[in-house]
């Protein structure tokens, strides 16, 4: 688990400093606004992840996720297990 962590946040440095340098060119700025807000959402999510993988408890560290709808993805059932309750 503590590799993986590393890992995640070695992407999460790469992508922060590329969100950094495309953020400095006014036009890049302009005209990519979006994709460069989704680069830092991306780089966000990978540092919480790292903290989960890295956490003891995972429930607990998915439970201090600041955002609903990833904490929400992490903590759903497996969906083998939703398909044979039905079957």
């Known amino acids: 688990d503590a ?4 890992e995640l946040e070695t992407l999460r440095r790469y992508l922060e400093t ?42 607990g560290a998915i439970d201090r996720l600041p955002d609903a709808e990833p904490k929400a993805r992490l903590l759903r059932r497996p969906i083998t297990e939703w398909y044979e309750s039905k079957h």
């Open 18 to 59: 590329a969100g950094y340098l495309l953020g400095q060119d006014p036009g890049l700025r302009y005209r990519y606004a979006t994709e460069i807000g989704n680069l830092k959402h991306v780089e966000k999510m990978l540092g919480h992840l790292a903290r989960v993988v890295e956490a003891a408890d995972k429930d």
């Open 3 to 6: 590799r993986l962590c590393e």
